[in-house]
């Protein structure tokens, strides 16, 4: 048995090539795992838990029919979808995880992440996220009505894509001095995580001691999915 890990989906529904890529993904691949984990940014955008189109109601009840099997689901929140809460993770079955968690995978003590505190010399960013985490201000964004919401996650979005085409790639890359430090802080020698479509294993030495970092790939034009097992694991891609 081994355990799966996707993330930056962006699911939304004008994009259906991604969207029946999951379905399938949820219908035939997931079921043979012993665990699935969704390290952030799963949706496009997220307005809160109150809002639920029929596309939404379609991908939370595929989620609920996997966990309904026995096998377990884990959320870590990205910045795409920080307002996700915990009633939809109880009505599509799955297990909200802190950003960071340490957690036993197949025997090997791992650090997972979404990724994007890693990136910190995007100080825009981080300023953004620091302020989007606050529950003081997602309580004043979640008191607005769903048509302030949808019209601010809208904007956010074109917002994010005017920044980002105006940034230096190696800006929006991690930073690899926070890596090493955030891994030693954790006491961990391997490290998954995803947000900045850049799927790789990077392996390096810090203080001695060998250690890897995991990015996870978005599902814009391929499909990405780690397979980790107790002997090895495979980052692989597959057409959408």
């Given amino acids: 048995m ?3 890990f996707i993330s930056d989906l962006h699911l939304q529904k004008e994009r259906p090539d991604i969207s029946a890529a999951f379905f399938n993904f949820m219908e035939t691949v997931a079921p043979q ?6 390290l952030g940014d799963f949706f496009e955008y997220w307005i809160g838990d109150d809002y639920a189109d029929p596309f939404i109601i379609e991908v939370r009840d595929a989620l609920r029919q996997l966990a309904d099997t026995g096998t377990p689901i884990y959320f870590m929140h990205g910045n795409r979808d920080f ?23 197949c025997g090997r003590k ?18 953004f996220r620091a302020q989007a985490r606050n529950p003081a201000w997602q309580q004043a964004i979640l008191s607005r009505s769903v048509e302030e919401r949808l019209a601010m996650a809208k904007e956010l979005r074109e917002r994010s894509k005017t920044e980002s085409a105006a940034k230096a790639e190696d800006i929006m890359d991690v930073t ?20 900045t479509h850049r799927p790789n294993v990077h ?20 499909m990405w999915v780690l397979r980790f097992g107790r002997s090895d694991f495979e980052l692989k891609d597959y057409p959408l």
């Avoid at 791992?110 to 995007?122: A, E, F, I, N, Q």
């Fill in 110 to 127: 791992v650090l997972l992440m979404h990724g994007d505190s890693l990136c910190t010399r995007d100080t825009e960013y981080q300023a």
């Fill in 203 to 222: 392996s390096f030495t810090v203080d001695g001691t060998p250690m890897q970092r995991i990015v996870l790939g978005d599902w814009h034009e391929r």
């Fill in 2 to 4: 081994t355990v799966l």
């Fill in 83 to 105: 307002l996700l809460g915990e009633n939809f993770c109880e009505v599509a079955g799955m297990q909200l995880l802190a950003d960071p968690s340490v957690v036993e995978i």
């Fill in 176 to 195: 690899q001095s926070e890596v090493e430090k955030v891994m030693q802080e954790h006491d961990v020698n391997l490290l998954i995580h995803g947000h």
């Fill in 33 to 38: 795992a012993e665990a699935l984990y969704i």
